[in-house]
Nanobody, 124 residues
Framework: QVQLVESGGGLVQPGGSLRLSCAAS????????IGWFRQAPGKEREGVSC???????YYTDSAKGRFTISRDNAKNTVYLQMNNLKPEDTAVYYC??????????????????WGQGTQVTVSS
């Protein structure tokens, strides 16, 4: 059974850090492009970052300089390290997998598999 499971979300104060994990089962993550997306209440889903199967990475302007995406193929897991979190980062974060080399977060339509999401709340 193909599955993506996110974890690591929670409540954190502004300026704090969280590391999200996206663990895959039923397929080998190594051969997939992985994207992180988020959706805040009342807003459309937006891309955050992605990592290609060749390990090239991409960040949206909101994530650049604060977030780091990485993958551990041995653990079949992708991570999103989020530092200097801001209240506007509050959202449900989703990871998604696409059976291709290069990733994008312009659109989520290329992604075949999605996780259930993990809540990130940044508040004092």
């Amino acid at each position: 059974q193909v599955q993506l499971v996110e974890s690591g979300g929670g409540l954190v104060q502004p300026g704090g850090s969280l590391r999200l994990s996206c663990a895959a089962s039923g397929f080998t993550l190594e051969y997939y492009a992985i994207g992180w997306f988020r959706q805040a209440p009342g807003k459309e889903r937006e891309g955050v970052s992605c990592i290609s199967s060749n390990k090239s990475t991409y960040y949206t302007d909101s994530a650049k300089g604060r977030f780091t995406i990485s993958r551990d193929n041995a653990k079949n897991t992708v991570y999103l390290q989020m530092n200097n979190l801001k209240p506007e980062d509050t959202a449900v974060y989703y990871c998604a997998a696409a059976p291709r080399i290069l990733c994008t977060v312009v659109s989520g339509t290329m992604y075949a598999y999605w996780g259930q999401g993990t809540q990130v709340t940044v508040s004092s």
